[in-house]
């Protein structure tokens, strides 16, 4: 890679626009999609007049994402099933960010996933990332003072659903060990001591995985029953391992050694309050590969 490349302002700041777009968009994919439409857009620049490119480029990927959330939110009205994010493999040093990791953990994203296009955009920018509400109006096309208003609004919003962080990462780990040994074992009991009595479960299987439920299951007891009664039904040796998902410890889920699903957990307390099983093939590309997320 060339000199002039590897300074390329674009290429310094990928990560951060990464994770900007994937925050605004909850899919790996369309980010992904999101910085080769703003790369273009970059390209046909002239860099000499910009005087501050993290922050130009910071608008460019903004607008792309908002272009694409109006999109896919018409496209996920029609999805099969309950529509959860698409999960990212990351380091556990993400987690040293406690800001980031739980900005980034699907509990989260799920929860942005009720706000609108702009107010998405909006509490994004300025709760994740810190940008000055000028920028923010500059990205979305807004006063600085209607920005301000929305990101009261949205933070509000957020605020009364976001979940409550209570353990560290190191409690959250031994949980999820806990948990998959339960369901290596098939231990009924096992999995009834590691959950909360009101834990609510939310698979996201798109239509095209059998036996993934299409509706929330509540209750410990009806939850640990069906994870039994489902790996007992498998044909073939579906393995559960612990792995790191979003910023969080999270499970690993093999059949036959193809990697068929991601589950995501929320902890409080030292059990398991909410599950969040992606099996979607099409949501688990971005698994294999460590992602870098940045802020």
């Given at each position: 890679?060339?000199?002039?490349?590897?300074?390329d302002?674009?290429v310094t700041?990928?990560?951060?626009?990464?994770?900007?777009?994937?925050?605004?968009?909850?899919?790996a994919?369309?980010?992904?999609?999101?910085?080769?439409e703003?790369?273009?857009?970059?390209?046909?620049?002239?860099?000499?007049?910009?005087?501050?490119?993290?922050?130009?480029?910071?608008?460019i990927v903004t607008?792309?994402?908002?272009?694409?959330?109006?999109?896919?939110?018409?496209?996920?009205?029609d999805?099969?099933?309950?529509w959860?994010?698409?999960?990212?493999?990351?380091?556990?040093?993400?987690?040293?960010?406690?800001?980031?990791?739980?900005?980034?953990s699907?509990?989260?994203?799920?929860?942005?996933?009720?706000?609108?296009?702009?107010?998405?955009a909006?509490?994004?920018?300025?709760?994740?990332?810190?940008?000055?509400?000028?920028?923010?109006?500059?990205?979305?096309?807004?006063?600085?003072?209607?920005?301000?208003?929305?990101?009261?609004r949205?933070?509000?919003?957020v605020?009364?659903?976001?979940?409550?962080?209570?353990?560290?990462?190191?409690?959250?780990e031994?949980?999820?060990?806990?948990?998959?040994v339960?369901?290596?074992?098939?231990d009924?009991?096992g999995l009834?001591d590691?959950?909360?009595?009101?834990?609510?479960?939310?698979?996201?299987?798109g239509?095209?995985?059998?036996?993934?439920?299409?509706?929330?299951?509540?209750?410990?007891?009806?939850?640990?029953?069906?994870?039994?009664?489902?790996m007992a039904k498998?044909?073939?040796?579906?393995?559960?391992?612990?792995?790191?998902?979003?910023g969080?410890?999270?499970?690993?889920?093999?059949?036959?050694?193809?990697?068929?699903g991601?589950v995501?957990?929320?902890v409080?307390?030292?059990?398991?309050?909410?599950?969040?099983?992606i099996?979607?093939?099409?949501?688990?590309?971005?698994?294999?590969?460590?992602?870098?997320?940045?802020?």
């Open positions: 890679m060339s000199t002039a490349v590897v300074d302002p674009f700041h990928r990560s951060l626009l990464f994770t900007v777009a994937y925050e605004m968009l909850g899919s994919a369309d980010a992904e999609d999101v910085l080769q703003s790369w273009l857009r970059w390209a046909a620049v002239d860099h000499r007049t910009v005087q501050e490119p993290r922050a130009y480029l910071v608008r607008r792309q994402a908002l272009n694409h959330l109006r999109t896919v939110s018409r496209r996920r009205e999805y099969v099933g309950e959860l994010p698409e999960p990212l493999l990351t380091s556990p040093d993400v987690a040293d960010d406690v800001e980031l990791a739980e900005n980034l699907i509990a989260m994203l799920t929860v942005l996933e009720t706000l609108g296009p702009a107010e998405r909006v509490f994004v920018l300025r709760e994740v990332f810190d940008v000055p509400y000028d920028e923010i109006a500059d990205a979305v096309g807004k006063t600085p003072a209607a920005v301000r208003q929305i990101a009261h949205a933070k509000d919003h605020a009364a659903r976001r979940p409550r962080v209570t353990v560290g990462p190191a409690e959250h031994e949980v999820v060990e806990r948990l998959v339960a369901l290596n074992s098939g009924l009991q009834m590691v959950l909360a009595p009101d834990v609510v479960s939310v698979a996201d299987g239509g095209k995985v059998r036996g993934a439920a299409r509706r929330p299951i509540v209750g410990a007891d009806r939850l640990a029953r069906y994870l039994v009664g489902g498998v044909e073939g040796i579906l393995v559960a391992s612990s792995t790191w998902v979003n969080q410890p999270g499970v690993r889920m093999e059949l036959d050694g193809v990697l068929v991601v995501s957990l929320t409080v307390q030292g059990r398991i309050t909410q599950v969040y099983s099996a979607n093939p099409e949501k688990l590309g971005h698994v294999d590969a460590e992602a870098v997320v940045a802020r």
